[in-house]
């Protein structure tokens, strides 16, 4: 009967010690603790993918030290289970076939809602492409441990971490790693990919339609400024205005300021003059290195000229208010990239302004400057001093504000 007794109270304790762990863990954390533990967590994981993956071994924008770079690689075979050749390659190949139909995940081709929801999958099918992994893969880690651990036993980590979860936290550990695991598919591959590609802000109007999803690069590492990113590619530093914040660039600081990390590129910053009268060989050289930075001042000289120029257009009772309010957009964009049906609509606005046609018109000059590379440095100086007196002597006003800050770039 005792023995009954001391075999029912050890059963009895043995299923109250189980309860208690799955309850609480080994830590015994509140909901707070796991809260936090969490945040931190994905953020180091955002932080693995923007640092390492993305700005260093990707775009080659900074070297990493031996300590960050390898911390990076355990952490991201912890709670992604990606290889980064596969992560370089498929970044690689989105540049360099970006918008088009060999795009691994443009939501110009294959649309928003699959990029958006699909993100993940459209990932995994390029990363298994031997040819892109072959073709864009080059230089990224090939040792020991690469070879014998990270790639060959790649969801050995994503094991490792929900059971360190579940030890620390019990049963809602389960939860902490569902969201580890969703992070990045959710993040980057849905809302940069997908969102990053759709909707936002342009501050440069580069070749493709990435977009800034928000001024303040925090939650997914400084990645949210990704029509910065694509307009200057290698650079470590994804802000370029005032009120942006890359908090992605701030850690890389950190490293840098301790030896850790060693910046190799930062998207130029323009500079200016404001004494100089005359457009000169320092002029020329900046307007084309900053090429993006005054095409994008143009467009908001631009879009000046379309408000002054409103009211005219309204009473010209022939163009319907739809193609009034959406020809402001197609004034700012690229004109090589607009369709036939948005040239004609276009079109259609310029024949009842002349201020309009003409800032049209000098864009295009404007732009080909830094096109003509068959022409001489003395040829494109004087091209551009030409274009500045004919911007001058146009009579319009945003025109000539603009050729001023043009001729002032040093």
Known sequence: ???????????????????????????????????????????????????YL????????????????HFFR????????????????VHRKHHAKCETEEDPH????????????????????????????EKYGHGTPDDWLERNLYTKYSTLGIAMMLIIN????GIIGLSVWAVQMMWIPINAAGIINGIGHYWGYRNYDCTDASTNVFPWGIIIGG?????????FGTSAKFSSKWYEFDIGWMYICILKSVGLAKVKKIAPAPKFDRKKLVADFDTLQSVIANRYDVMGKYAKSLKQTWHDELEHLKAKSQIE??????????LQ???????????????????????????HDMRVELAAIWDRSHASREQLLHQLQDWCVRAEASGIKALQEFSLRLRSYA
């Open 321 to 330: 208010s739809r193609v009034l309010k959406s020809s402001r957009k197609l």
């Open 54 to 69: 993305h700005r260093c071994q990707a775009h080659r924008g900074l070297e990493l030290h031996a300590i960050p770079s």
């Open 333 to 359: 964009s690229e004109p090589a990239k607009l369709a036939e049906p948005q040239q004609q609509q276009l079109s259609a606005v310029l024949a009842h302004s002349k201020p309009l046609q003409t800032m």
């Open 223 to 231: 990645e949210e400024l990704h029509n910065n990113h694509h307009t």
């Open 1 to 51: 009967m005792q023995g009954q007794r001391d075999e029912f109270f050890w059963s009895s304790h043995t299923l109250d010690t189980i309860l208690n762990f799955l309850a609480n863990g080994l830590t015994g954390a509140s909901g707070w603790d796991v809260l936090i533990y969490t945040l931190v967590v994905t953020h180091l994981t955002i932080l693995g993918v923007t640092i």
């Open 106 to 133: 443009s939501p110009v081709t294959r649309g928003i809602k699959k990029v958006f929801f699909e993100g993940a999958e459209l990932y995994r099918i390029e990363a298994k492409n031997a040819e892109t992994t």
């Open 166 to 169: 579940v030890s620390l936290f």
């Open 74 to 89: 355990f952490w991201l075979w912890m709670t992604t289970g990606m290889q980064t050749k596969e992560w370089a390659a």
